[in-house]
């Protein structure tokens, strides 16, 4: 079970701060998400995170990824609607409590068995066999960490953010704030199920997530409905090694080479080697 901070949520403070003053901040008009009947040590619905009422512009991600913010404790993300489920988040379709803790796995097991369960079928032939070329059945283990000398991850993330809101990728993003003491760790303490098509327990998603923090620079910066996009400030900037890369996505998030490229070796080409966006998703 995802295990709580035992000090005070800090999002209770927002209750009688709205702003977020007392935490160097200076939020727009919004409001605390929480279950009912999950109760924090002040008899209160404990708050799960709190977000924006409105839609935010370029430079909101930025304003309020502060070291301040870090310091209270919370991680600032965007949220995305899509059609039918502009504001998902209001429905209340989190389940933390169902969720293990991301310290209790390690990376290669947990992308070992996803790898296990998304391979084609035998019978699928030459047909199956393309799309995990140049691998065969077996694992092919962790890829390498990105080259050293990269940008600062938080600026790669935040020129992300705008970048996404500029172009209208993302439309009309919320700004939401979590309890986490990183950004990989998001996912698991909203309770997030957005994966649940592959995997119900969002901890081993947060596990991989934080590999890819440590190896990549990656940071999580929006969440959707069923959707979730990182910035990686240390991308592989080869064939040979976006290629083992792919293999984690594909085990990751199958979606993206079912439902995308149609193969390892093409989704390498085309979503992996140097992009500083990686984007995933669970039909």
């Given at each position: 079970m995802w295990k709580s901070p035992k000090a005070r949520n800090p999002l209770s403070v927002l209750a009688d701060d709205p702003q977020g003053r007392s935490l160097g901040l200076e939020l727009p008009a919004g409001g605390l998400i929480d279950v009912p009947g999950r109760r924090g040590w002040w008899r209160e619905a404990a708050p799960l995170l709190?977000?924006?009422d409105e839609a935010v512009g370029v430079g909101a991600l930025a304003a309020h990824r502060t070291p301040a913010l870090?310091?209270?404790g919370l991680q600032?993300?965007?949220l995305q609607g899509r059609r039918g489920l502009e504001r998902w988040w209001q429905?209340?379709?989190f389940e933390p409590e169902r969720m293990s803790d991301p310290d209790d796995h390690h990376v290669e097991p947990v992308l070992r068995e996803f790898w296990s369960a998304v391979l084609p079928d035998p019978e699928e032939g030459a047909e199956g066999e393309e799309l995990i070329a140049p691998f065969g059945r077996d694992w092919p283990g962790l890829a390498d960490p990105g080259p050293e000398g990269g940008a600062d991850p938080d600026a790669v993330a935040r020129a992300l953010a705008d970048g996404l809101i500029a172009s209208g990728f993302l439309p009309s993003p919320r700004l939401a704030l979590v309890p986490a003491v990183?950004?990989?760790d998001v996912p698991t303490a909203m309770g997030w199920c957005g994966p649940?098509?592959?995997?119900n327990d969002t901890a081993l998603i947060s596990t991989v997530l934080r590999s890819w923090e440590d190896r990549f620079g990656a940071r999580v910066v929006a969440l959707g409905f069923d959707e979730l996009h990182v910035s990686v400030a240390a991308p592989p900037r080869t064939a040979a090694h976006a290629l083992p890369v792919a293999a984690e996505h594909f085990a990751f998030s199958p979606d993206n080479i079912w439902q995308g490229s149609g193969s390892i070796r093409a989704y390498a080409d085309e979503a992996v080697t140097g992009s500083n966006h990686w984007g995933f998703w669970w039909d």
């Open positions: 709190w977000v924006s870090a310091a209270a600032a993300v965007l429905e209340r379709e990183r950004g990989a649940t098509n592959h995997e």
